[in-house]
């Protein structure tokens, strides 16, 4: 392989994935992902890597039985919240969908738990 090959070769594989890494991915959350909290948090906030479309972002959050507790969203920048009010102590899910200002669409979902 001639050094100009390598050269070429690996700029070819750096802006592949740089590309791959401009999908708005979950960073963090609060409450954490897979954590207990010892009281309601109100709300669920969900940090994305890139500035997300309002319109086009969303969320939920459920008891383990399914039923919806989240009251609303709001999206500003790359932050998503989503209003709960008061959590009884249980588990429950997150599901999110996003669209990243670059037109890029994203979704996953986790669990948090309020403590007794």
């Known amino acids: 392989m001639t050094k100009l090959f390598a050269i070429a070769l690996t700029a070819v594989l750096l802006a592949a994935a740089t590309a791959a890494d401009a999908h708005a991915q979950l960073d963090h959350s609060v409450p954490a992902v897979g954590s207990t909290v010892a009281a309601s ?62 037109t890029h669409k994203t979704q996953g979902s986790f669990s948090f738990s309020v403590g007794k």
Request: charged letters at 20%.
């Open 41 to 102: 948090p109100g709300k669920v906030m969900l940090y994305f890597t890139e500035r997300l479309e309002p319109k086009f972002s969303g969320g939920e959050v459920r008891k383990a039985s399914g039923a919806r507790v989240d009251q609303g969203k709001s999206v500003s920048g790359n932050v998503m919240s989503l209003s709960v009010g008061s959590l009884s102590p249980g588990t429950y899910g997150v599901t999110w969908h996003v669209l990243s200002v670059d």
